[in-house]
């Protein structure tokens, strides 16, 4: 028997079980038949306790009831011959005050008036409450969602005529469906049926979307576009724009990989040399580059044409489009505003490698697949291995992990943005000035950029309106000593010494002379060369630009655009000497630059220029 001396319908402690045998009882009360078996049973005038405790003897039944409630004192009698559970039970507590419920093989005990009391006040608190969802003009809402407030797992929906069923115990009803306000109900005392109107929201209807060929409000659009708005991509910590909308536009693949610019896809493989889409940023033709180099903070929306129409607008090449819009200033007191973090990173994922030993049991393994008659420690004695494993002898059984060795675990992030806005109702206009810098995992490599946007807009008269922009983007690359490529840390096993403990570098591999493969592509090795390099990309963008409105309702547009590229790069590679021997120490041959020390320059150069020019008639019939 199982008993607690709390009181079940008070809000003090009691022991878990108890409590939730005591409500699935008391509140739910739920009915569940009775186990199979029979008792037998022949006592006149003894205590509950008793017949209690045989009854859990003659079967697999446990009694739970509340001490300060339950009195078991009680004189009884029962006479039982082959008898059902329930058969004893009704006896025992026939006129006793008590009742009971049979909950598995727990027999919970309670007051016969708390049940009925607990019963009662269920039966006021829930209501049953219909009604039907329809919209503004009278038409049934289909699979609106109707929830309990306060109680988010009570709900339902509409059906096809807008009607629900609900029962519920709070006081309030909240309403929703997509592209409608939602609503709160108030579940009043005697109303069991509630008509609910649900009006438009009319604020994501009206929301204007750039295409290509102006702009247009959501609920006039009909092609497959898709909008990205600055609150989306400012709350991301990232310094590349591609990776910030990752994830937030359905049907948009992007592509990011370590090292380079992400890659964007909208309707799978091209058949034109290219599946990436069409950049245009006010209007300009751009690329990938510098769609991604943008400063977050002066994005005004970003629009992705995904459907077939947008090659009726840019031709066959825009094998789908990404619209940018910059912001413009505003008929306003100047405002300044400033946005930057410092951040520091740390890599994600590492290259796992086996460990040295692993590495030499799997190769004796397979050896020994390969010639079983040469045994099975045809590569590493079962000694060797444990030299690996426990580093008693890392000159010749190292256990080497490169990334450990080469790269930095956490290296800093900066970015810095300072806006300013304002203007007349003659002229307006939007500055910014960015920083980015990233320090890299590789030690001595550094990335930043700098951002300049300047966006002017002035109305010469009713009918004419002149505007103009400049977007400059520099971003450079500094690289002080040599860099490892990334694939030998995984093409050098961790059984080649990176340094002996002569201050040579690595010409052991598990005990044996390493390869000239190996001893040339040792990445701390790599990094300690001399070299250094020294990259520049500027991208300049220029727009002018006016609206003509010679009539009512008609729009003419022209833009003259001019863009520039320039690369500039520096490298110098130094001359290296051979790897010196651990144990001859005589230089290796084919393991050092021989050629002289070098310096490199390379320079690119380009420029075009567009003109566009568009007209817009509204009819209104």
Not at 29 to 44: C, D, E, F, M
Not at 507 to 523: E, L, R, V, Y
């Amino acid at each position: 028997m199982k008993k607690t001396n709390q009181r079940l319908f008070y809000p003090q402690k009691v022991k878990r079980q108890l409590f939730c045998a005591l409500v699935a009882c008391a509140v739910c009360a739920i009915p569940v038949n009775a186990q199979s078996g029979t008792i037998s049973l022949n006592k006149s005038n003894v205590s509950m306790h008793t017949i209690m405790q045989e009854v859990e003897g003659q079967s697999d039944y446990t009694f739970f009831y509340n001490d300060n409630q339950i009195k078991l004192d009680k004189k009884v009698s029962v006479k039982a011959q082959n008898a059902t559970i329930e058969q004893v039970l009704a006896q025992m507590f026939k006129n006793s005050g008590y009742t009971y419920k049979i909950v598995n093989n727990q027999i919970i005990v309670s007051k016969a008036n708390a049940v009925a009391a607990v019963e009662k006040q269920q039966q006021q608190q829930a209501k049953k409450v219909t009604g039907c969802v329809k919209d503004a003009l009278g038409e049934p809402i289909i699979g609106a969602s109707v929830v309990e407030k306060g109680a988010p797992t009570n709900g339902t929906i509409t059906d096809f005529d807008g009607n629900f069923t609900l029962t519920v115990s709070g006081n309030e009803l909240q309403i929703s469906y997509i592209g409608y306000l939602p609503q709160v109900v108030k579940v009043q005392s005697g109303v069991t049926s509630y008509n609910v109107t649900l009006k438009e929201d009319t604020k994501t209807l009206d929301e204007v979307v750039v295409i290509g060929y102006g702009t247009q409000k959501k609920v006039n659009l009909t092609g497959a576009v898709a909008s990205v708005s600055t609150d989306d991509i400012k709350a991301r910590v990232q310094t590349n724009v591609l990776s910030a909308v990752q994830g937030t536009v359905p049907g948009v693949t992007i592509i990011s990989r370590p090292g380079s610019t992400p890659s964007i896809n909208f309707r799978g493989r091209g058949n034109l040399g290219t599946s990436a889409p069409l950049y245009v940023i006010d209007g300009a033709i751009a690329d990938a580059t510098v769609f991604s180099n943008l400063d977050p903070n002066t994005i005004e929306s970003i629009s992705f044409l995904k459907d077939a129409a947008s090659s009726a607008i840019y031709g066959s090449r825009a094998y789908g489009v990404v619209l940018v819009t910059t912001k413009g200033g505003k008929a306003e007191k100047m405002n300044v505003a400033y946005s930057g973090y410092v951040g520091v990173k740390t890599p994600t994922y590492l290259p796992d490698v086996l460990d040295s030993w692993d590495y030499a049991t799997l190769l004796n393994e397979a050896k020994y697949n390969a010639n079983p008659s040469g045994g099975k420690n045809q590569a590493y004695t079962n000694e060797e291995i444990g030299w690996f494993r426990d580093g008693s002898n890392p000159d010749y059984y190292p256990n080497t992990n490169w990334a450990d060795l080469v790269l930095d675990k956490h290296v800093l992030t900066t970015q810095h943005s300072l806006n300013f806005s304002g203007g007349s109702e003659k002229v307006r206009f939007f500055s910014s000035v960015g920083y980015v810098f990233n320090d890299n995992f590789m030690p001595g490599v550094t990335d930043d950029r700098y951002n300049l946007n300047l966006n002017l807009q002035s109305d010469v008269t009713k009918w004419l309106t002149l505007k103009t922009g400049v977007k400059y983007i520099r971003n450079s690359s500094d690289t002080k000593n040599g860099t490892p490529w990334i694939a030998n840390f995984v093409l050098v096993p961790s059984i080649m010494v990176a340094q002996q403990s002569n201050g040579e570098w690595g010409s052991i591999a598990g005990g044996k002379d390493a390869t000239q493969t190996f001893m040339n592509s040792n990445p701390l090795r790599t990094l300690s060369f001399d070299n250094w390099s020294k990259s520049t990309t500027e991208n300049t963008m220029y727009d002018l630009g006016f609206d003509l409105k010679p009539i009512e309702n008609l729009v003419i547009s022209g833009q003259l655009d001019y863009k520039r590229y320039e690369y500039k790069s520096k490298s110098y590679s130094a001359e290296y000497p051979e790897v010196v021997h651990f144990e001859t120490g005589k230089e290796i041959p084919g393991t050092g630059n021989s050629s002289p020390n070098s310096m490199s320059m390379y320079w690119i150069s380009n420029s075009n220029m567009m003109t566009t020019l568009t007209a817009k008639y509204d009819l209104k019939l």
